[in-house]
């Protein structure tokens, strides 16, 4: 026999989406391991069964096989014979009503089928309300963003960890202009608790993020206890810096990289062409010698502010990028061939 998805959630099989949520959350809080120290080990096995029940049951497709085919059909066992015909290629004729069912290949005779998720993963979406973390962190020096703290993503290397973490990553997105200067982030913190009872209560609280001028990408800025506390200690929530894309500039280190596009005619006679720092002014960079394709030039003064040493600032790194012509006519071919005999 297999499990009984109603009878675990206490539900009947008329059950409408509002009420499977509802004894999802009564049963999840009650079963959850971390709340069951002594009898921790059974308490996993109901909290799984609990998620799994639920999962198959808030999915209308999920729902309809497990009606028809119980656990092991919708696992992607073989249906029994005279209900309602069997898998062929992958797909199920589900009765007269011909609803079709996809499902992947697992072999011959064989399907992959339903595979529960992470326990911990569905608890946090329904808990968390599955906001996907910070978007859009641009403005010039202020900005106000809405973050919701329960959209952690474990360990962070591709996969879920069978536990919160203590720590809630996020990136926190600045402009190269906003880290030369340095910026004020303020954001918005929708902060979850778990009382006595089951019950979970709700404050917003503003965290205020200040940028120092210089600082790199992957710099952590820690607010100890300000996540949720779900019943096993407050999370920390930690901004991690990101650099945006500059149309222009490339960050390496304290330097600021840049390629800069001449002509043969500039190549060769020299030049003079502006360019606009990250602090909005503009400097004029000057040539009279022949330059080559790939040649580097260094301007010490005009790169990042380094952080560590307010006064100091990082080289501007020019590469110089040749533009050769597509043709030449028979009039200029003789011109350069007598210029360059001389």
């Given at each position: 026999?297999?499990?009984?998805?109603?009878?675990?959630?206490?539900?009947?099989?008329?059950?409408?989406?509002?009420?499977?949520?509802?004894?999802?959350?009564?049963?999840?809080?009650?079963?959850?391991?971390?709340?069951?120290?002594?009898?921790?080990?059974?308490?996993?096995?109901?909290?799984?069964?609990?998620?799994?029940?639920?999962?198959?049951?808030?999915?209308?497709?999920?729902?309809?096989?497990?009606?028809?085919?119980?656990?092991?059909?919708?696992?992607?066992?073989?249906?029994?014979?005279?209900?309602?015909?069997?898998?062929?290629?992958?797909?199920?004729?589900?009765?007269?009503?011909?609803?079709?069912?996809?499902?992947?290949?697992g072999g011959p005779g064989g399907?992959?089928?339903?595979?529960?998720?992470?326990?911990?993963?569905?608890?946090?979406?329904?808990?968390?309300?599955?906001?996907?973390?910070?978007?859009?962190?641009?403005?010039?020096?202020?900005?106000?963003?809405?973050?919701?703290?329960?959209?952690?993503?474990?360990?962070?290397?591709?996969?879920?960890?069978?536990?919160?973490?203590?720590?809630?990553?996020?990136?926190?997105?600045?402009?190269?202009e906003e880290i030369y200067s340095?910026?004020?982030?303020?954001?918005?913190?929708?902060?979850?608790?778990?009382?006595?009872?089951?019950?979970?209560?709700?404050?917003?609280?503003?965290?205020?993020?200040?940028?120092?001028?210089?600082?790199?990408?992957?710099?952590?800025?820690?607010?100890?206890?300000?996540?949720?506390?779900?019943?096993?200690?407050?999370?920390?929530?930690?901004?991690?810096?990101?650099?945006?894309?500059?149309?222009?500039?490339?960050?390496?280190?304290?330097?600021?990289?840049?390629?800069?596009?001449?002509?043969?005619?500039?190549?060769?006679?020299?030049?003079?062409?502006?360019?606009?720092?990250?602090?909005?002014?503009?400097?004029?960079?000057?040539?009279?010698?022949?330059?080559?394709?790939?040649?580097?030039?260094?301007?010490?003064?005009?790169?990042?502010?380094?952080?560590?040493?307010?006064?100091?600032?990082?080289?501007?790194?020019?590469?110089?990028?040749?533009?050769?012509?597509?043709?030449?006519?028979?009039?200029?071919?003789?011109?350069?061939?007598?210029?360059?005999?001389?």
């Amino acid at each position: 026999m297999g499990k009984d998805y109603y009878a675990i959630l206490g539900v009947s099989k008329s059950a409408s989406e509002e009420e499977l949520k509802k004894a999802y959350r009564k049963l999840a809080l009650k079963w959850h391991p971390d709340r069951h120290v002594g009898d921790k080990q059974d308490a996993e096995v109901k909290f799984k069964n609990i998620s799994e029940a639920y999962e198959v049951l808030a999915d209308k497709q999920k729902r309809q096989i497990y009606d028809t085919y119980g656990e092991d059909g919708l696992k992607g066992g073989v249906p029994p014979s005279g209900g309602g015909g069997g898998f062929p290629g992958g797909m199920g004729n589900m009765g007269g009503g011909g609803t079709t069912f996809s499902f992947s290949s697992g072999g011959p005779g064989g399907f992959a089928g339903f595979n529960p998720s992470n326990p911990e993963d569905i608890f946090a979406q329904l808990f968390g309300g599955g906001l996907g973390g910070l978007s859009g962190m641009g403005g010039r020096t202020r900005s106000s963003q809405f973050m919701d703290t329960d959209n952690d993503m474990g360990n962070h290397n591709g996969g879920m960890s069978s536990r919160r973490p203590n720590e809630i990553t996020r990136p926190l997105a600045c402009t190269l202009e906003e880290i030369y200067s340095g910026c004020t982030k303020k954001l918005n913190v929708t902060r979850r608790a778990l009382g006595q009872g089951g019950a979970v209560s709700t404050s917003e609280k503003e965290l205020q993020v200040d940028v120092k001028p210089g600082w790199k990408a992957g710099t952590k800025i820690r607010f100890q206890k300000e996540g949720n506390d779900m019943g096993h200690g407050a999370q920390d929530i930690v901004f991690v810096l990101e650099e945006k894309p500059h149309a222009l500039f490339k960050r390496d280190g304290d330097d600021l990289k840049v390629d800069m596009t001449l002509t043969l005619e500039e190549a060769l006679c020299g030049f003079k062409k502006p360019i606009q720092l990250l602090n909005g002014k503009t400097i004029q960079v000057n040539n009279t010698s022949v330059v080559k394709p790939g040649q580097v030039s260094r301007m010490a003064g005009y790169g990042m502010r380094i952080s560590r040493q307010p006064n100091s600032f990082g080289a501007l790194v020019i590469t110089y990028k040749i533009q050769f012509p597509t043709s030449l006519t028979l009039s200029q071919k003789e011109k350069i061939h007598e210029a360059l005999a001389q």
